[in-house]
């Protein structure tokens, strides 16, 4: 015998609706190229635990600025400075009193092949290769970093002729993978995992050779109403993003 289906009522029809996950929104972010492992963990947790998509985009700071300044359509930027989002901010393209640091990154001399790179750096003054790797320092704060650490320990000049840039500290990680650079100074978040190396050698160059890495997030003026934007930076700032990001070696 067929049953009958009771008519939903109107509260019963809005409780369905408001629990569809088509109120579920996406947020389109720019993402630094040396936070791409932690935010593809953070970004599935945050759809889990909130319905909402995170679509991310990884690139260059310098290389999103210039996007962003274009009209290019995010609503939220992680940057790898702090100086990237302040600009935008003094531009009017953000929403003010959103900034803030989401990490503060390290750098470290990394090499593919175990026990190339000591445990002092001295690698870089025994100068035994023929490729060092950096991000572009013209669009990479990591790059700057890297140059600067560089100039700090008196070898920049030395080493100049053996530098290779990467657009990114992805493609400087890449040209050192696949060994078109014996060693490169890239994210430690990039070769660590739960305090430790994964693969290679390296050497965590000291905080007192760069200026610090202060990794700022910004709401931007296109996701003033977005709520997943929102979220996500409400997000960034729990206990479960953190602890996602402090594996990967960052620091607060």
Partial sequence: MQMKRKALTPLALGLMLLAAPALAAEVQVAVAANFAGPMQKIAAEFAHDTGHKALVSIGATGAFYAQIRNGAPFQVFLSADDETPAKLENEGRTV?????????????????????????????????????????????????????????????????????QGENIAQTQQFVASGNAELGFVALSQVWKDGRVVSGSAWPVPATLYTPIRQDAVLLASGRDDPAAHALLDYLKGDKARAIIRSYGYAF
């Fill in 96 to 164: 003010k009193g959103s900034r803030f640091t989401y990490a503060i990154g390290k750098l470290v001399l990394w090499s593919a092949k175990p026990g190339f790179v000591d445990g002092n750096g001295e690698v870089l003054k025994q100068g035994h290769f023929n490729h060092l790797a950096i991000a572009n320092p013209k669009t990479a704060p990591y790059g700057t970093a890297a140059v600067e650490a560089m100039k700090k320990l008196g070898l920049y000049s030395g080493l100049e002729a053996k530098l290779v």
